[in-house]
């Protein structure tokens, strides 16, 4: 099967710019979850999608959104950018059942100037 | 929220010797899930391994396994035969019913020649 996949690779905007980024889980996967990774604050989740549904949500402004597809792809948009919202931004995916056992994309790499 | 403590943040292997990576954990929970996740300088966040607390027996996967002390709440990774290509960033991460993955700081491995 085909791993995860997530577009753009790498992306560059200016503050105040708005942002979307797609992922692609495993086929037959239906969970997706999104994550922020940066050198000050670590990997942090940002939020969860089974069925369309965002199950749960992380601990980040009402900036950051996402929704889910019925084909489980997935996008997150992050509205109003800022500097600090420079990181690589990972996507997981799981299997019905197994949810916890996340297998992660590649990331997009977004730099806000 | 659950914390994950990585000690170490850097360590080094000569290649064909055996490293340890630590990692402890807090959590009221009695059924969760903890996982070794690689990165390497791709980004790309790769699963190593994967521990179900209920399950006393330690994993393994070929060089890779875990001493999963429940009682001690610590869960640490040894890379046997170390190889060049194991030169990363390690993360231990934690799992319960939520499916959000808590994650350490991480250890830079390092294999010398």
């Known amino acids: 099967k085909a791993g995860v996949t997530q577009t753009p690779r790498y992306l560059i905007k200016t503050r105040g710019q708005q942002v979307t980024l797609s992922c692609s889980p495993i086929?037959?996967?239906?969970?997706v979850s999104w994550y922020q990774q940066t050198p000050g604050q670590g990997l942090q989740f940002l939020f969860e999608?089974?069925?369309?549904?965002?199950?749960n949500k992380g601990n980040f402004p009402g900036r950051f959104s996402g929704r889910q597809f019925s084909n489980s792809r997935s996008e997150m948009n992050v509205s109003t950018l800022e500097l600090g919202d420079s990181a690589l931004y990972l996507c997981a995916s799981s299997d019905s059942g197994r949810e916890e056992t996340q297998y992660f994309g590649p990331g997009t790499r977004l730099l806000v100037l | 929220a659950q914390t994950v403590t990585q000690s170490q943040p850097e360590m080094s292997v000569q290649e064909a010797e055996t490293v340890t990576l630590s990692c402890t954990y807090d959590t009221s929970e009695s059924d969760y899930y903890l996982f070794w996740y690689k990165q390497p300088p791709s980004r790309q966040m790769i699963l190593v391994i994967r521990?179900?607390?209920?399950?006393?027996q330690n994993a393994t996967e070929n060089r890779f396994s875990v001493n999963f002390q429940k009682a001690a709440k610590s869960f640490s990774l040894k890379i046997s035969d170390s190889q060049l290509g194991d030169a990363a960033m390690y993360f231990c991460a934690y799992c319960s019913n939520d499916y959000k993955l808590s994650f350490g700081a991480g250890t830079t491995v390092t294999v010398r020649a």
């Open positions: 086929s037959g996967h239906r969970s």
């Open positions: 521990q179900e607390a209920y399950k006393q």
């Open positions: 999608y089974f069925s369309e549904t965002q199950r």
